[in-house]
């Protein structure tokens, strides 16, 4: 994991979203869907909103909006590119890229509803550290890693112990692997938004 750039505690400077840029990122999102699912291109956009040209790491997650079943989750852990571009390559991958799943089909589009996550640079993080609720969570060991976004505990109830177990079962990794000296744990905090029901 040393490729993955870290930050101090509050050096982030990250560009504040307003209820507009959130908004249309989510617009973005679901043409992007859309577009790439009908006839597998993207759709070309202007972006005029600063904010959404800063590079910004994201995840997009997709439920059915029936019974709030995971559909696709896909993201990335370092900004690489631009946080509107980020979010459509995102859209697209957890689509049809996220291996638990069979790729989403143009027709399931409309029944479907459409997370956004936006990450601060990951930081290491003490176990004791971890604010369940506040704290995402990411661990590496050897050729292992896995992430879990901040709001899964939240959903499935976890204590911060239970939390940091998860984290280590979704990178194929025992429980208790945390504890580990030679196991690195970052922590991240997210902005999360949805579209409205």
């Known amino acids: 994991m040393n490729d993955i750039p870290t930050s101090e505690p509050g050096g982030a400077t990250d560009v504040q979203l307003t209820a507009r840029d959130k908004q249309a990122l989510l617009q973005l999102a679901r043409h992007t869907l859309e577009e790439y699912l009908e006839t597998g291109s993207k759709p070309d956009v202007e972006i005029d909103s600063t904010a959404l040209q800063e590079p910004r790491a994201t995840f997009v997650t997709l439920t059915v909006r029936a019974d709030g079943q995971l559909r696709g989750c896909r993201g990335e852990v370092v900004a690489r590119q631009p946080l509107f571009e980020s979010v459509m390559n995102n859209a697209i991958a957890s ?12 027709d399931e589009v409309p029944a479907l509803h459409i997370e956004i996550s936006v990450l601060t640079p990951m930081q290491p993080i003490e176990p004791e550290q971890v604010e369940v609720g506040r704290h995402g969570l990411m661990i590496s060991k050897g050729a292992n890693s896995g992430l879990l976004l901040p709001q899964v505990p939240i959903e499935w109830r976890w204590s911060r112990e239970e939390f940091l177990d998860s984290v280590c079962r979704k990178a194929g990794l025992p429980p208790g692997t945390w504890r580990d000296r030679d196991a690195e744990l970052f922590g991240f905090e997210c902005e999360v938004w949805g579209e409205e029901e």
């Open 95 to 106: 689509a049809i890229d996220d291996p638990r799943f069979r790729p989403v089909t143009a």
